[in-house]
């Protein structure tokens, strides 16, 4: 079953990511920061993951740099979920190595569809 | 068998000689100052160490913080200053909350986080910025901070709080510092967020636990 | 309200637990309530808070941080015996120390252990009798271990090297022939070679001054003693460690511990049989 890891230091942001994820059917994991995220998923595979910006510890670019240097995670789709909205912003998640942006509060119906397109997607490739 | 038997001291032997800038002995002030602008990072990162003895390096710290480009180098810088604290330091890492880097961003949030005497006079004005994003800022420095005005702080944000994202994030931390006097200004927040879905999922959350908490009396 | 009749709701259970998570790392999942509520209920009683709002309230905004330390003291059940979480020590011998022994620049060179805090040793010399049983390598590689601790009565005991039934519960038979002498009803003393093997210390972690000497090491095991330590000691802890180890070593946590609270300098490292932390190689 294709899993999903979902990072925010946020609980109630963590509860409906998970809440709108459950729905489609797939099962979820949560981290709250991007040192975490990794421990979690070196542990178990992961077939997506949603990230915030910032976070303690570990923030959501300096996550994805990593997820992208190590061999056994570097094809994981990242969604990057934040509340900066500024160009540069955007631009900055794409250069280390984020698959797909969206901007908070999350809005239920783009991240589901997208989602769906990203998983369905790659059912064939599994 | 090759265990070794115990050595009078800690260092290995074959080494104890060596580390000329990183000693057992701690360096006078000046060449620590020096040594914060090495080319080596590990030069950089041991007289950052190091400064954490000195209260008047709190200025040179956040000079080299802010051309620091190097993780552990960055690291080491906001340990000291950490360990520091005081109103300079408050004040230094208050003005790198909208630093582009958000790692320092994010660690100097963390470190605020640990001085609530001193961050407490400059809650309100962060949590009246003009800028959001500090906005939320403040909210997570309040998430930690061992303050007991905290809550009041919190509230104060609900009623006046325009922005979605930074109205959320102070709903977020109700869920674990909400209490039953905090539910009708909660209850009256419902039309504001009904269309905003994360909002409203949040807020029902917030809602039901402090219910779920307060009936069992 | 009469202390008998307290209890916890699910939403109270819930709130402590999302608290605790965030600040430690540990979640509890739902089979763990009963372990929980008892333990928030002792200490309710302790500190004379008759509700858990009330309890919260007062651990949440204690400024000193004391309650919530020993909150932790008692959610996290720390024991100390011969050999406790053997599968770190299987990690250890079986990959860590042959990964480390790979790196060319630690060739003909001697590797360098510390365990801290020592306690009364249990840790320090499960880590020298994994070595000489389970390690082929150690025929020919030199092996330093320090084991530091900040009470020097345990260290005191840590040299004397007696210990229970009780301690040495995880110990074989043939390895208790080989190591130990009986010394009176349920005691043994480890024989004088591996006691003469570990270096013994007293260290502070929060003092620089102390801990400039701890460098050079490839492996530190620091098990379930950060979770014990506030923010700014933690993040202190973890740049000492960082400092004491060679580029390429590894640290060790303890079992419900993780570097996620306390540091992103040290790299996730996935073994077969446990996680553990290293310092880059650059």
Not at chain 2, 61 to 69: A, K
Not at chain 3, 23 to 28: H, K
Not at chain 3, 247 to 258: T, V
Request: glycine content about 4%.
């Amino acid at each position: 079953m294709k899993q999903v890891l979902i990072v925010d230091d946020a609980v109630t942001v963590r509860l409906y990511h998970r809440h709108l994820i459950t729905e489609l059917g797939y099962p979820t994991s949560e981290a709250e920061n991007g040192v975490e995220a990794l421990e979690k998923a070196m542990q178990a595979s992961f077939a997506l993951m949603l990230v915030d910006v910032n976070m303690p510890k570990m923030d959501g670019y300096r996550f994805i740099e990593e997820v992208r240097k190590n061999p056994d995670l570097q094809s994981i789709p990242i969604i990057m979920i934040s509340t900066e909205s500024e160009a540069k912003d955007i631009q900055k998640a794409y250069s280390v190595g984020a698959n797909f942006y969206l901007i908070k509060p999350t809005d239920p119906k783009r991240l589901q569809d997208l989602v769906t397109l990203i998983l369905g997607q790659s059912k064939q490739e599994i | 068998m090759a265990l070794k038997r115990v050595q009078t001291h800690v260092q290995p032997t074959s080494v104890a000689t060596a580390d000329a800038a990183q000693g057992d002995q701690a360096p006078d002030w000046q060449t620590l100052i020096a040594h914060l602008q090495d080319p080596q990072a590990h030069t950089r990162r041991w007289a950052a160490r190091e400064l954490a003895n000195f209260v008047h390096s709190v200025p040179h710290l956040f000079t080299q913080l802010d051309r620091e480009t190097d993780l552990k180098v960055q690291e080491a810088i906001f340990c000291s200053l950490q360990s520091l604290g005081g109103p300079q330091v408050v004040e230094g890492l208050i003005a790198r909350l909208n630093s582009d880097d958000a790692g320092i961003r994010n660690t100097v949030i963390e470190i605020l986080q640990t001085l609530p005497e001193e961050v407490a006079p400059h809650i309100q004005d962060l949590l009246a910025h003009t800028n959001p994003d500090i906005r939320i800022f403040a909210i997570d420095i309040l998430q930690l901070l061992a303050h007991p005005c905290a809550p009041e702080w919190l509230l104060h944000v609900l009623a006046q709080e325009q922005h979605p994202n930074v109205l959320g994030t102070a709903i977020d931390r109700l869920l674990e510092l909400g209490t039953p006097e905090m539910l009708p200004q909660l209850n009256a927040l419902q039309a504001r967020v009904a269309q905003t879905p994360y909002l409203k999922f949040a807020l029902d959350a917030a809602i039901q636990r402090i219910e779920d908490t307060s009936n069992a009396g | 309200m009469p202390a008998s009749v307290l209890q916890i709701t699910d939403a109270e259970f819930a709130r402590f637990r999302d608290y605790f998570y965030r600040r430690t790392g540990i979640y509890f999942e739902d089979s763990k309530r009963y372990f929980v509520d008892k333990r928030l209920l002792e200490r309710m009683r302790h500190t004379e808070y008759y509700s858990f709002r009330s309890y919260f309230t007062f651990m949440r905004f204690q400024a000193s941080g004391q309650e919530f330390q020993q909150l932790v003291n008692c959610m996290t059940v720390n024991e100390t015996y011969f050999m406790r979480e053997r599968y770190q020590f299987e990690c250890l011998v079986e990959e860590t120390l042959n990964e480390i022994v790979q790196y060319p620049q630690n060739k003909a060179r001697t590797l360098r252990i510390w365990s801290i805090p020592s306690s009364t040793g249990e840790e320090p010399y499960s880590i020298a009798l994994s070595l000489l049983e389970y390690w082929p390598l150690i025929e020919q590689v030199d092996v330093e271990i320090v084991a530091s601790d900040i009470d020097t009565h345990v260290l005191d005991r840590c040299r004397r090297g007696l210990y229970s039934d009780r301690s040495l519960m995880h110990i074989s038979q043939d390895i208790r022939d080989r190591y130990f002498l009986p010394k009176g009803a349920n005691q043994w003393q480890l024989c004088q070679d591996i006691r003469d093997s570990v270096l013994f210390t007293q260290v502070n972690l929060a003092d620089l001054a102390q801990t400039r000497e701890y460098r050079h090491f490839d492996i530190i095991f620091c098990r379930n003693l950060l979770i014990y330590f506030d923010e700014p000691a933690r993040r202190r802890a973890a740049e000492v460690f960082y400092d004491a180890l060679n580029p390429g070593g590894f640290i060790f946590l303890g079992h419900s511990e993780s570097m996620s609270r306390i540091s992103s300098l040290f790299k996730v490292r996935k073994f077969n049989k446990a996680l553990a932390y290293q310092k880059p190689l650059d």
